[in-house]
């Protein structure tokens, strides 16, 4: 008997997954046992690169989420509304469902898992970060031994591929994320990838699955990469560095006034030592770093974006989600698939965190400004690891400097008075250095 799947979307994502379940021959048998029942879309009538018999495809979304006939509803349509509707339409017919979509998931998670708990259904996410990397699976099932330290990700492919682009050819951000949108590896609205926020959402979804609680979208902090600067990406490079955007969620080390530890969770642009493993991640593709006891380090890496490798992490679920419904009679939540958890993690303030910085001032030319800068930082408790005059722009001195670890708000304290110094004209950079 075949287990008839709902598709919700046939673009990017929609059209690789229908090509895969199309074309079975060679891969995981059971993907013979899934069936295409019917496919959403807004506009029935575009061309379409996959063909399906009459009746098949329909613009009545709602229609699909409440067949009958369907088990598994597939959302890849994307955007929050009407894509979180139609995910709890379908959970409440008791449908299970596979989505890629993680602005949905990461705002709307708790209620949905409330709903597919007491419902009794599956929610699976694993083309919801990482593209076809698996990542979801391992840190719900392969790494459950482990007390996760820290995941540090490169999770959006789209500004992976600009900042890439930028650094061989010196290319212009504009031109870049043009050809990024035209292989079909940025949002429809790139706002989301350009300014951080679709990394946001996929670290507050790894963070919950590592360490075991739900997250706080809105506590997230994301600072995309439209500040980064050709003179930054060359100047990083001649400090031994490479500027990634990184999604960080670290535990931080327990502090004996709180009951439990507190998470670091961060999206920005970041300097990473041209040694870290994270440095040589290029292009589209996308690469999890987690530390763990007593794993130690590790990583996940593979193309995180792009039709194909998307569809492979949504079938994938839909095997597992078809193995379990081949193979459970009670619907009871499988506990290294399902998702339960129910207190809220407790989330550090981005003044707290310690991190090293890559600061780029422009000031004036006269002596005694690089020892102004020393004692104003050592003022506030921030030791420098290298200063530099790079030479002269716009007829003023280029200064740049790497601090040693320090507590982010002292270092904010120490820029403040820095600003109000005659000699300091701008500061052009910030950017944070793992
Ligand atoms: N593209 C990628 O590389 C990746 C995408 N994702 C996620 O996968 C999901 C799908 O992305 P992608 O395939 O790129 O998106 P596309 O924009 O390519 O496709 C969206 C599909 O949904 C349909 N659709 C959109 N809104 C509605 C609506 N209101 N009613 C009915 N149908 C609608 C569209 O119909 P029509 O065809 O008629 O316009 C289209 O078929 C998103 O959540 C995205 O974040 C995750 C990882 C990678
Ligand atoms: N726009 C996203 C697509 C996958 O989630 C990206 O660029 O990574
Ligand atoms: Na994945």
Redesign the pocket.
Known sequence: MAFKVGL?????????TAQILLDPAGRHPLLKELEIHRV?????D?P?AVQFPEGVLT?D?EAIVSDREIEIVV?????L???RSLILQAIAHGKHVV??????IARHGAEIFTAANEKGVYVMLE??VG?GIPVIQPLKQSLGANRIQSVTGIVN?TTNYILTRMQREGADFGEVLADAQQL?????DPT?DVDGL?AADKIAILASLAFGGRIDRDRVYAEGIRKVSAADISYAEKLGFTIKLLAIAKRERQNPEHSEDRLQLRVHPTLVPKTHPLASIDGVYNAIFIEGDPIGQVMFYGP????G??AS?VVADLLNVAAVLKTETEPIPHPLIGCSHQHYCSIASMEEVVTRFYVRLLTEDQPGVIGQLGTCFGNHGVSLESVVQTGMRDRLAEIVLVTHDVREGNFNSALADIQTMSAISTIPSLLRVL
Do not use: H, M, Q
């Open positions: 919700l979307g046939l673009g990017t994502v929609g059209t690789g959403g879309v807004r506009s029935p575009k379409r613009a979304l959302e890849l349509i994307g955007g509304e009407p894509a989505t890629a979509n993680k602005a949905v083309a919801s593209g492919g079909g590896y940025a949002e429809a989301a679709d995180g974006a792009g039709a490798p998307t992490a």
